[in-house]
């Protein structure tokens, strides 16, 4: 596929003018302020070996990573913040120059490569890290599944032995909420700008410096991304407003969320089960979106 026809292609260009403005207030900032510039090195330097333990459980406690090899690298699962870029810029990188051609389809990463990720391998961005599955397995994600409750809790304990000393305990976060990494990642993503980047810089909606960032759209049809931040904004809904009728509806979406970003071997399978619940229950408006995004995704997509 040509690079200029990828869906994230928007994204990616998105993404290098981030870098540059950010990078380029970072630079000023650090030039006047040694001792928080110092302080964002060695935050920088302990959050490369949290994520190395991390990376280890997984790859060897845990070696679904190794056997999936890029199932969760898809259209949407990217994200660069300024976090990413302040950390690229700390250890010397920068953002990938990606080739013309790729022998991916469209719903691979924009940034996923023939070798694997082409980010540095001391930083990817902060939610491909912190994301974790079981896999590509026949089976389906459940948050009492025996296997991803271990899982979670060996990874939940790499959080709990390094994160303190990082953040401190003004702005520590539940590692608990590990066990959704979608939502844990923009959450450790905000308490680590809260405290090592310039005020504003890594604020909602692209603020930062004083000024408005605006990110171009991923793109005009990218139904994986759509139907993700549908999945966010309904599940931060119930997180604020909890309710124990949604508890099901929690656990499908959690569910739904694990087989857009995994792509297990039943997908098909699993997404049929989904219809069947939500496809008759129109009368509830969450519910029929919910349905109008499987039915895509089983008709269309996969």
């Known amino acids: 596929m040509n690079l200029l026809k990828h869906p994230e292609y928007k994204k990616y260009l998105a993404d290098r003018e981030l870098v540059d403005a950010v990078r380029a207030a970072l630079v000023a900032w650090m030039d006047g302020n040694e001792a928080a510039g110092d302080g964002l090195k060695t935050a920088v330097s302990h959050l490369t070996t949290l994520f190395q333990k991390y990376n280890q459980v997984m790859w060897q406690a845990y070696p679904f990573c190794r056997m999936c090899l890029g199932g969760c690298c898809v259209v949407g699962a990217s994200e660069v913040t300024p976090i990413d870029v ?13 080739p013309e051609q790729t022998h991916h389809d469209e719903r691979a990463c924009v940034y996923l490569g023939e070798q ?7 930083w990817r961005p902060l939610k491909c890290m912190t994301f974790f599955s079981l896999g590509s397995g026949d089976w389906q994600l459940e948050s009492a599944d025996e296997d991803y409750g271990r899982l979670t809790q060996a990874l939940q304990a790499i959080f709990e032995k390094y994160l303190p000393t990082i953040l401190g305990e003004d702005h520590a976060i539940d590692v608990r909420t590990l066990v959704d990494p979608i939502q844990f990642a923009p959450m450790l993503s905000r308490a680590l700008a809260d405290v090592y980047l310039p005020e504003g810089m890594g604020g909602e909606n692209g603020y930062f410096g ?13 139904p994986i991304s759509s139907a993700l931040m549908f999945i966010a904004e309904v599940i931060e809904q119930i997180v604020e407003n909890p309710n124990k009728d949604d508890d099901t509806l929690l656990a499908d979406l959690e569910q739904f969320e694990w ?3 995994g792509q297990p071997s039943k997908l098909k399978g699993m997404l049929g089960v989904l219809n069947g619940r939500y496809a008759t229950t129109s009368s509830n408006s969450i519910h029929a979106q919910f349905s109008q995004h499987i039915q895509f995704m089983l008709h269309h997509r996969f």
């Open 210 to 222: 004083g000024a408005q960032y605006r990110r171009l759209p991923t793109t005009d049809a990218d």
């Open 86 to 98: 302040a950390a690229l810029t700390v250890l010397g990188h920068d953002l990938p120059v990606l």
């Open 259 to 261: 087989i857009l970003t």
């Open 116 to 122: 694997g990720c082409t980010w540095p391998a001391d």
